[in-house]
């Protein structure tokens, strides 16, 4: 028979073991994973698809300077790679040289969609639309970005006017038989 001094020495020591023990358990449960889940859609690549589908019968390629044209370059390397800042960077450079072209604007306005700077985004490209042709695809792209930011916004309403404004960029040619 064990001495009582033993029996008041057992009972807690198997509590405490008991109870590390569930601690154990309970510290292999991997933490759910609480990291919010990506977009469902790329807005960047869907205000590129819209440019890409407008075939309008006006596409307005403006001659560009050979130092814009490597600014330009540059700026697409460094976002291909998701050098965001960089490619903003560089583009703010070549905006400082051609401040008023409308492609530069729109391409800055991207960037702008990357870093999350959304304001910036649409303002870009109602800057750009406003001194650009106004039909074609960089207008198509313009108003996609738009849609995008209103979307973010969570502005239906103003999403689906912008939308109505990305079809009206669209020039039909004179049907030839």
């Known amino acids: 028979m064990p001495y009582p001094s033993q029996r008041s020495f057992l009972a807690p020591l198997l509590l405490a073991t008991s109870l590390l023990a569930g601690c154990g358990m309970l510290a292999t449960t991997p933490p759910p994973d609480t990291r919010p889940s990506p977009p469902s859609y790329d807005p960047v690549a869907a205000i590129r698809a819209a440019g890409e589908r407008e075939k ?42 051609n401040p008023d072209s409308p492609d530069l604007l729109q391409e800055r306005a991207e960037v702008a969609v990357h870093l999350k700077d959304f304001s910036v985004a ?11 042709p106004r039909l074609g695809p960089l207008c ?38």
């Open 140 to 177: 198509a792209r313009n108003w996609q970005t738009v849609v995008e930011m209103r979307l973010q916004a969570r502005d239906a309403n103003g999403a689906a006017t912008a939308r109505k404004w990305v079809t009206q960029c669209h020039k039909a040619g004179v049907p030839r038989y």
């Open 122 to 132: 649409e303002k870009l490209a109602h800057k750009s639309w406003s001194l650009g």
């Open 56 to 97: 309008s019968v006006i596409d307005v390629n403006p001659l560009r300077d050979p130092g814009i044209s490597a600014l330009q370059d540059a700026a697409r390397r460094d976002e291909q790679v998701g050098k965001y800042a960089d490619a903003a960077a560089t583009l703010d450079q070549a905006l400082r040289l």
